[in-house]
């Protein structure tokens, strides 16, 4: 399968080895943010019911320096459209979703990958589960295919051998593979493995990247990312949630918020992390220590906003449309430097 991208430029691979790949993820939480999707079954519906607030979407990351349109097909498997009734509107929401990527995509010189991500039904060791599953992998890494992207991401999986059905359903569809684990509050696979030793093993069965995603944090992550560097030759993933998780609550589904006495499920996952979003010096400091220990694919998932984006790019050196926009506090009112802010406004700044 040829490594191109839609407008012709070079793919992944060619890009990885030039130098580090942006992709902003986290669609689910911002779209869920801006009013156009539920929280809970965290199904993708509206990339039917609005493709205008998707496309919105892929756009302010690619203004942001997203080299990656990743489609919207995150929880657009037969399992979770069953849970809602909606199985008969899977191919569809697929179709558009890989079509609303590709057309932001075109508009710059964006790599367009397809997308699937845990079952929720896998079992490990169960022949059975494991058909089921590879055959949901297949459906959507066909029409992915069919609709002509550049690589496919399989992510937020947290079974190394559930890794591997999805590596296998990629390989077998001749596409470049980016496999992304999620790891918990313990430090390994669900079936029992380092993110290292799990990261091995899928480069040994021919990921092309492999990594983590979701979940953890900077904080928490950056841990688990040097002995994956250490254990493989291929190129590595990083792309945290946006939330400042710890040694003790490593996870965002693990923070909690004591200072809150409205939290309606008692935590503040997944619609009260508010107070946890990390800002954009954190995901710079994030992205320069990724890169340093040789991280090359990096971005961040849930609770990411363009500035986030943005943040990974210009700490890689990169000047995205929206970096006309940085902040600029020489010419602020009070905090401002410029000779044209009067003095006694800068002498006031101590009193804001
Ligand atoms: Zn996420």
Not at 28 to 41: D, M
Not at 131 to 146: H, I, N, S, Y
Not at 258 to 281: H, S
Request: proline letters at 6%; a negative charge.
């Amino acid at each position: 399968m040829a490594d191109t991208t839609v407008a012709g430029g070079a793919g992944l691979l060619e890009r990885l080895a030039r130098g580090p790949v942006i992709c902003a993820e986290g669609y689910l939480f911002e779209i869920e943010r801006r009013g156009y999707l539920s929280a809970g079954a965290y199904v993708p519906e509206a990339v039917l019911e609005h493709p205008d607030a998707v496309a919105r979407l892929h756009r302010d990351f690619l203004h942001a320096g997203s080299e990656v349109m990743l489609a919207f097909t995150y929880y657009a498997h037969r399992e979770k459209l069953r849970l809602i009734g909606r199985e008969g509107a899977l191919e569809e929401l697929n179709r558009t979703a890989l079509r609303l990527a590709r057309e932001a995509a075109l508009e710059s010189d964006a790599l367009v990958a397809g997308n699937v991500c845990n079952s929720n039904i896998f079992v490990d060791g169960d022949a059975e589960s494991a058909r089921t599953v590879r055959a949901m992998f297949d459906e959507q890494v066909g029409w992915a295919v069919d609709e002509g992207v550049d690589f496919i991401v399989a992510e937020t999986i947290s079974y190394c051998s559930e890794a591997l059905l999805a590596l296998e359903a990629i390989k077998a569809a001749g596409q470049t593979a980016v496999i992304n684990l999620a790891i918990h509050r313990e430090p390994e696979t669900r079936d029992g493995l380092t993110p290292a030793e799990a990261a091995k093993r899928l480069e040994d069965a021919g990921a092309d990247v492999v990594g983590l995603n979701c979940t953890r944090g900077p904080a928490s992550m950056l841990p688990l990312l040097g002995p994956i560097r250490e254990a493989v030759g291929c190129h590595v993933a990083a792309l945290p949630v946006a939330y400042r998780t710890t040694e003790e609550e490593p996870t965002f589904q693990s923070l909690s918020d004591p200072g809150c006495g409205c939290l309606p499920e008692g935590r503040p996952f997944p619609t009260a992390l508010d107070p946890f979003t990390v800002n954009r010096y954190e995901i710079e400091e994030f992205t320069r220590e990724a890169q340093a220990l040789g991280v090359s694919y990096l971005g961040v998932c849930c609770g990411a906003g363009p500035h986030h984006i943005r943040a990974v790019a210009e700490a890689l050196g990169r000047r995205p449309p929206a970096s006309r926009y940085s902040p600029d506090m020489s010419q602020h009112a009070f905090y401002g430097t410029s000779d044209q802010i009067p003095a006694d406004y800068k002498a006031y700044k101590g009193n804001l």
